[in-house]
Every structure is written in C-alpha cells, then in structure tokens.
C-alpha cells in the first residue's frame, strides 16, 4: 500500500504515516499518563514540603544553622563589706577524639609542653581506645587559646569554670567548696546552691562558611547568672577570730577549737571560725577533722558556761535574789549517790558570787529550787535541743532530755552544765539573751538590710532578770572572778567560763573542753562571743585561763574594728600608774 | 504602555539591589555587635579575674603582716585612745 521507495522525495507534511488515522484512546491513554506522573510529583513535593518536612528541615538546618550554648556563671560569695570570699572564673578543658588525632611527633611535643603533662603519658593518653578523653582540665584560658592556636585535628575544648576563694582557710568552714560541674558539696556553697547556681541560656545561629554568626534565627533563651549571696560575716574579724584562735589552739597544745562572733543587735553571725582548717583552693589529702564545722555541727557537753541560764530562772521565778545566800560549804553535795563538788571549796555565797566564782554546788542548790519542767522550758526557750535553723549542712540540735526522765542528780549536773550538750552556735545564740534584753533574736548568716523588719524576737527572761545576770556575768571577769585574763581595758565585760570533762564512751575522761563566752560593752552590749578550745593538752585546761585571753583578743579586735565607743569612764585606764596596781 | 513597564522593572531592580544592600548591611552591623558583645563578655571575665586578684593581695593576714613589720603600725594602747562623741557626757577629758 506504501511506496516506500519514493520515501526520500517525501516532504514530512506528506508523510503517508500521518494519514494513518491511529485509534484516539492512544494518545489520551499518553497524556493520563504523563499528567498522572505530574500528579504524584506534585503529591510527593506537597508530601516533602508541607505534610512531613522535619526531616529535610532539619537536614538543611544543619548544613548552616548552629545551636550554641551561652554559658551562665555560679554566684559570688562575698562578706558584708562585699569582699569576695568565692568567685567563679572561666577555664579550658582540652579533650581529644584518639581515632580523630593523628598527630605528628612534633604536634604532641607541643602539645604536651602547652599542657604541661610527660610526653608519653600523652601519647599514651592519645593512643587509647576510648572515644574521648580529657586531657587536661581547668587550664587558663591563655593556655587554651596557644591550643587552639595549633589547630591539631581531633583535639577540641571545653569551657568549664573554676572556684576560687581568695580568703582560704579562713573562711573554710562557712564557705564551703564546690564539686567539679559547679555543685555545693559544703557549707554555704551547699545551703544556697540554688541561688548560687546559673543556669546557661541557649541561641540558633548561623553560621556562614568562615564560621562567623551571620544572624540569629529563633528565639535566643538568656542565661540566669546565679545569684550573689552577701553573707553577714565581717572578713575582718573573721581573721582575728581565726588569727587568735590558731594561736591559742597551739599555745595550749589543744586537739581543735572554735569561736563565734555575733552581733546581738540583729543576730547577725559576724564570724564564726575552727581549727583544725583546710585550704578550699587545694583539697588534696583532706581529713575528716579539718572538714568539720565545730561550731554547727559538734555538740559539747558545755559546764559552767550554762550556770547563768539556772540562776536567771531562778530569779525569774522569784526563788532567789541576787544577794540571797547560799551555803556552798564544804564544797561538797551529795545527792543520792552522786557527788558534787567545787574545784575550790567555798563557804557562803551570794546567787552573785556563786556565778562570779563559777561554783557547782552552789547551782545545783539553786537549781533544785526550781521544779524540772520549769528549767527544761527554759533551756528549750533559749534554744538548747533545737536546730539553730540556719539552713546549714550538717546542723545538730544538741540533746536535751524531756524533763519527765530527769533524775534529781541530773537536774543538778544540768544545773552547771553537764548531762545537756549543745553546740557552740547554740551557745552564742543563747547569751544574746542577756546582751539583749532578755529577748532572743534568731540568728541569720547573711546580711540584714537596715531596712528590714524587724524579725520577731521571742521574750525569754524580763528585762530586770537579764541585767542582774549581766551584772552578775561582769563580776566574773573581774578581779575574784573566775577570768580576770578575759578583761578588755577600756570596756565593760561579761562573760562565763566552762571547763568542762569530756564524756568518752559514758565515762567522764580526764580531757577537757574548755569555754568562754561573753558580751561588751556590758553597758549596752553589742557583740557576743562564744570560744571553745577542745582537749586543752598544757599545763592550763580552766576556761578562764584558755578561752578567756582568746575571747578578749577577739572582743577587742572586734569592738574596734567596729567603733564602738568603750564604756569605762577612762580614769582608771588613763593613769598608768593605776593600771600597774591592777 | 511599553514605557511603563520598563519604568516599573527599573523600579524592581532598584528595590532588589536596595534590598541587597540593606541586607548586606545588617549583617556588618550584626556582626560588629557579635563582636562588642564578645569584648564585653571578656571584659567581665577580665572583671572577674582582677577581683580574684584584689582579693588576693588583699587578704587580712597580709594585710595585718604588712602592716605591723613594714610598716611598724601598733594597735594603741587604751590610755592613748580619745573618743570623740557627739554626746558631752562621753567626752572624758
């Protein structure tokens, strides 16, 4: 039908084929066809681009948009002045991915000696299978950058930061440390953790080929830098209550010590300091000993030093006055089958006189005037057996026994001290009651504002009662007291001294805790001060011969460092000539 | 109508490369303030590290230590002490 053989003088307009008339379901079965494959490309687009996208946005995303970490620093501990006590500061951790850094002899030469780590052991270090190793952490940020300056592949850095407490063991104890991700493993590093911690904030950026930040995209989360905390201590007399206090624990050859400074006006804790200390910049080799907080968190059977508390319920119960007599002789009482007695026998004393010349059986005899519960009502009011709540690790309440199972013989030992313990903290924080007036005001380790209220302070003994055993507390420090070394010349004083022995497995050993405490100026007092030397081991163990002489270096240091003006009418201190005859 | 058209391609060319430009901009700016920020941040670790520093050389014991062998200071004996109060009463000479 075709003649083909004419095919080449056909022009294509006259090509035989084209008057085929082909079936029409051919050529629309073609177009369904390619618009049926358009149709899926569209749905497969409409599907990648709108329905289920996650996956190549964040494949895109990661080809220039960079998550970056914007780190937030630990508060600042400082003192009431604003002196830094413990300040964070930024450091570099090298680390290494050991598959990653292959570097030549000479690269780990330079390394090691930028980290100042032996060869081998870097090589070593380098050489393991672990996916990641830290090679060296906290390194000066200086260090860092020569580092990074190498550019060695596989070795990258961190940021982490570093404490620093530039006061050291000094202030130890309250401070406290930190563990290594910025964790407070003591003191007031661990009570305000919270507050102290930052918490880092976050951005998305990105980043063009040179690794600058071109933009930000999304919202940028900002860091919380932690909170600084203003502590009520004051870094100076922080240092003399540490200075003296060293001093006397190695004067008198004693195991440990402690002292506490408080301002009675506002229940401040101006210092508080121990020994045995330790340095918090390097914890290497660290004993249980020197971590200890004594003074929070060691309970001390106290002696004498309570004697004040019998005598002011007794004359707040109107049992006795301040001259009433009592008959200390021959120094020696016996109660059921238990003995008290006197280091130094006395005849008749006056209530004055038997705090003066501190004697037990005269307590005792006071104390039996009074019925248990009331003498346990008032321990319990002044703070003895309860938390001092001042939100610190590791604080004890001391024991204080319900009065219901107190034997006789135990309200009299209790009367002078013994058979309670208490803590030195306690002990600070109940002579506020006499250096006020016969109100407790809780104590608190940060700063009060001026301006702040008031906190709620609790009536114990009338405003009478507190300044009879004021002045019965002065007489002690005066000459036929029992601590005459703990005079301050220029001020009034009071205070009590406390010896007492220490119970070593329910037996009283012959060891020693030797006390002092005491307020000036006692014509308005401000400041208590609290010392306790434990196990005194020279010739000397009396409170009053151990603790007394560290109380008024302390107390004197203390009052100047704050001006306050000293109360004695200065005749007597003016004349030599009358100092000499003292 | 011709006219018109070329006019308002004109006119889109000129806001493309303004945009160009704008954006161009941004970015400098953006990262002139990267940059002050990151001095800003190195400031205050410098901040920081010179507080470290003053508290250092500032600590009591030193300070006690200088004061007393270097420089001879003594604390005054009481007889020595006059207190100025507002008060007449406390004024004991």
Not at chain 1, 137 to 154: I, N
Not at chain 1, 182 to 199: M, N, P
Request: glycine residues 8%.
């Amino acid at each position: 039908m075709i003649n083909f053989k004419g095919a080449r003088a056909h022009k294509f307009a006259e090509s035989p084929v084209l008057k085929l008339r082909l079936p029409a379901w051919r050529s629309r079965l073609m177009a369904l066809a390619i618009l049926s494959c358009f149709a899926v490309l569209i749905g497969r687009s409409f599907y990648l681009q709108v329905l289920n996208n996650d996956f190549l946005q964040e494949k895109g995303d990661s080809r220039y948009r960079r998550d970056l970490e914007i780190s937030a620093s630990r508060g600042r501990i400082a003192d009431r002045h604003g002196d830094v006590l413990a300040i964070s500061t930024p450091m570099k951790s090298v680390w290494a991915i050991p598959s990653d850094a292959r570097l030549t002899p000479q690269q780990t030469k330079q390394l090691a000696g930028l980290l100042e780590i032996d060869i081998k052991e870097l090589a070593r270090r380098l050489a393991s299978d672990k996916p990641f190793v830290f090679l060296k952490r906290q390194l000066p940020p200086d260090v860092g950058e020569q580092v990074a300056a190498l550019k060695l592949p596989g070795i990258g850095q961190d940021k982490e930061y570093r404490r620093y407490y530039p006061s050291g063991e000094m202030t130890a104890h309250v401070v406290g440390f930190t563990g290594v991700d910025d964790k407070g493993l003591e003191g007031v590093e661990l009570a305000y953790q919270s507050q102290l911690l930052g918490h880092s904030g976050s951005r998305s950026v990105i980043k063009d080929r040179r690794g600058q930040i071109v933009e930000d995209v999304g919202s940028i989360k900002p860091p919380q830098d932690g909170r600084d905390i203003r502590l009520s201590l004051d870094a100076k007399i922080q240092y003399l209550a540490y200075s003296q206090l060293k001093q006397a624990v190695t004067d008198y050859k004693a195991k440990a010590g402690g002292a506490v400074v408080v301002d009675a006006k506002t229940g401040e804790i101006l210092a508080l300091v121990n020994w045995p200390t330790y340095n918090p910049n390097n914890r290497e080799r660290l004993s249980g000993a020197q971590l200890r907080n004594r003074a929070m968190t060691d309970t001390f059977e106290p002696g004498s030093v309570l004697k004040p508390f019998t005598i002011a319920q007794a004359l707040e119960s109107g049992k006795v006055r301040f001259d009433t007599i009592i008959n200390c002789a021959p120094g020696k009482l016996t109660i059921g089958t238990a003995t008290i007695s006197d280091s130094h026998p006395h005849g008749a004393l006056t209530v004055a006189e038997v705090i003066q010349k501190s004697s037990n059986v005269g307590a005792a005899k006071v104390a039996a005037m009074l019925s248990a519960q009331q003498m346990w009502d008032m321990f319990d009011a002044v703070g003895f057996g309860q938390v001092s709540h001042l939100g610190f690790p590791g604080e004890v309440s001391g024991r204080l026994r319900p009065w219901k199972s107190w034997r006789p013989i135990e309200q009299a030992t209790m009367s002078y001290g013994h058979g309670i313990s208490v803590s030195l903290i306690q002990l600070a924080r109940a002579y506020t009651v006499f250096a006020r007036e016969g109100d407790m005001i809780p104590l608190t380790l940060t700063l009060t504002k001026a301006d702040d209220n008031p906190v709620g302070t609790t009536p114990v003994f009338s405003q009478q009662t507190a300044r009879e055993v004021r002045a019965m507390l002065e007489m002690a420090v005066q000459p036929g007291g029992t601590a005459p070394k703990a005079q301050i010349p220029g001020y009034r004083v009071a205070g009590k001294t406390g010896t007492a022995y220490k119970l070593e497995g329910g037996q009283y050993a012959k060891k020693y805790v030797a006390s002092f405490v005491g307020l000036a100026p006692a014509s308005d007092p401000r400041l208590v001060v609290a010392i306790m030397i434990d196990e005194p081991g020279g010739a000397q163990h009396y409170g009053g011969d151990v603790a007394g002489p560290v109380f008024a270096g302390v107390m004197s240091g203390a009052l100047r460092t704050l001006g306050i003006a000293p109360d004695i009418s200065l005749q007597v201190a003016q004349t030599p000539a009358s100092k000499e005859k003292l | 109508m011709v006219r018109f058209n070329i006019l308002l391609l004109l006119a889109a060319v000129l806001c493309a490369l303004s945009v160009v430009t704008s954006q161009h901009q941004s970015r400098k700016l953006f990262q002139a303030m990267e940059s002050e920020q990151e001095r800003a941040k190195q400031l205050d670790v410098e901040y920081d590290q010179l507080q470290i520093e003053l508290s250092t050389w500032a600590t009591s014991p030193r300070i006690d230590k200088i004061a007393r062998e270097k420089l001879k200071m003594r604390t005054p004996e009481p007889a020595k002490i006059i207190t100025a109060s507002a008060s007449r009463s406390e004024v004991a000479r």
